[in-house]
């Protein structure tokens, strides 16, 4: 999925804006900073040929080297795990009690740190999730049962962190119901915050299946799969089944023709490029089986 400058663009800078706040020294700095982001070629073209991920890259790059801080959002990405884990035995009971335990995990992973602000509040917790979680397409959640059914192996490209405690949930909730190998893929290189293999055991994913780093180094949120290890590569092409999520991993790996058969992308329809594609509305939680 290639960048729309229209829509993207905005939620690119938005987001900059909001991660430079947090490690710049004042406000001048950050007028600064934003001001070099608006030189960029990719974001004063009409079209562009990449993907809003290697425009994020290429940012987090700028602002590594403009604040000399290698990994701004580290200390953010160890407390969205803190807060997703005191979650964890409140939505393993929801989903030990559900009739339907692989459609409920899928809706907690898709939403992922959507659902943490509602368990803040104090009353009102089970209502405000289940009537948050009540949309999902049923068709794509059989489809996707029915690849389960098929899968020996499964390859599960994660997003952020907090997201991957809700993962795991969703992968003790598969391998509880069906005989098949797992393998999570984290970043190598940190950025935003998208989870590390270092993240991903800190919540116990590696209690859940095997864990490796994509390989790619470079800040790249989402994949691409010439740029991964050779062992990665090499666990995507033996898999039956690919799990994919997040939007990054939607933007970039819905560009890999080789995957295409055999993948089910897991996100949550977040600007309208996404709601436009699926004829969802915002906010919606996707199972698109590709």
Not at 27 to 34: D, G, I, K, L, N
Not at 54 to 70: G, K, L, P, Y
Not at 81 to 105: C, G, M, R, T
Not at 206 to 220: K, S, T, W, Y
Request: aromatic share 6%.
């Amino acid at each position: 999925m290639l960048m729309e400058g229209d829509y993207c663009i905005p939620c690119i800078l938005k987001m900059s804006a909001e991660i430079i706040r947090g490690v710049a020294k004042d406000e001048e700095q950050v007028h600064e900073f934003m001001g070099e982001i608006l030189k960029m070629k990719d974001l004063r073209r009409d079209k562009s040929k990449v993907t809003p991920s290697e425009i994020v890259r290429d940012i987090w790059v700028m602002m590594q080297e403009f604040c000399s801080v290698e990994d701004p959002l580290k200390a953010r990405r160890a407390e969205q795990n803190l807060k997703a884990l005191n979650i964890y035995p409140f939505v393993k009971e929801l989903l030990h009690e559900s009739p339907d335990p692989i459609l409920q995990a899928l809706k907690f992973a898709i939403a992922g740190n959507s659902i943490d602000a509602m368990l803040d509040a104090k009353s009102g917790i089970d209502r405000k999730i289940i009537s948050f979680l009540s949309g999902i397409n049923q068709k794509a959640v059989e489809e996707f049962k029915k690849r389960l059914e098929k899968a020996g192996k499964i390859v599960y490209f994660s997003d952020n962190c907090g997201e991957i405690v809700f993962d795991r949930l969703l992968i003790e909730t598969i391998r509880a119901e069906y005989d098949c190998e797992i393998t999570v893929i984290t970043r190598t290189v940190p950025v935003l915050n998208d989870a590390t293999l270092e993240d991903a055991l800190s919540v116990g994913l590696g209690d859940a299946a095997f864990v490796m780093e994509n390989g790619i180094r470079e800040p790249l949120p989402g994949t691409i799969l010439r740029k991964v290890s050779p062992e990665v590569l090499t666990a995507v092409n033996q898999a039956d089944l690919i799990i994919s999520k997040g939007g990054a991993n939607y933007e970039t790996l819905t560009e890999e023709s080789d995957i295409t058969g055999k993948t089910t992308y897991l996100f949550q329809a977040k600007c309208y490029p996404y709601c436009r594609a699926h004829n969802v509305p915002l906010g919606a939680l996707i199972v698109y089986n590709n």
